[in-house]
């Protein structure tokens, strides 16, 4: 899966990114862990020798003044995003699948990259990724893999 950077959105998320794939060491803890039907896709990126980032993306220039946006760290989330799961800085992210504009979270993530609408072999491999075996657990019932799926990072 290739993933754009967006350093414009949250250059600190990316600084960490780079660590990662420039790390020689192999990402041993790097895995999908949910694939949650239509639309979110979801992992760990962490090496135990990194520092996890700690720090949120901004919220968009548009919206800075705007009262209630406190929770703002990103833009609206639409397909093929990449961002940092729920409201944190890592080192848990998703990638967002759904079809329409993700606004029922609002500015609640740090996006910092996005797999590219044009790239078919990339987001053919996350709809594959969807559609693997997962068991519901949780009050809310969130869609976990029967088996976690490893990658490295390059």
């Not at 979110?40 to 220039?61: E, F, M, R, T």
């Not at 992210?93 to 990259?113: C, E, L, Q, S």
Request: positive net charge; charged residues 20%; contains cysteine.
């Amino acid at each position: 899966i290739r993933i754009k950077l967006r350093p414009d959105l949250s250059r600190e998320s990316v600084t960490y990114i780079q660590d990662l794939v420039s790390s020689p060491e192999r990402c041993s803890t790097c895995n999908f862990y949910r694939a949650d039907k239509p639309g979110i896709l979801q992992g760990i990126l962490k090496k135990p020798s990194i520092q996890s980032n700690s720090v949120k993306g901004n919220c968009p220039l548009s919206i800075v003044n705007v009262p209630n946006t406190k929770r703002c760290h990103g833009p609206i989330m639409t397909r093929g995003m990449v961002g940092w799961a729920g409201g944190t800085s890592g080192p848990d992210f998703f990638i967002d699948m759904y079809k329409n504009p993700a606004t029922w979270w609002n500015n609640d993530h740090t996006v910092w990259g996005v797999v590219e609408s044009n790239d078919a072999f990339s987001l053919g491999v996350v709809e594959e990724l969807l559609n693997l075996p997962v068991k519901r657990v949780g009050s809310g019932g969130m869609a976990m893999l029967v088996d976690k799926v490893n990658f490295d990072l390059a």
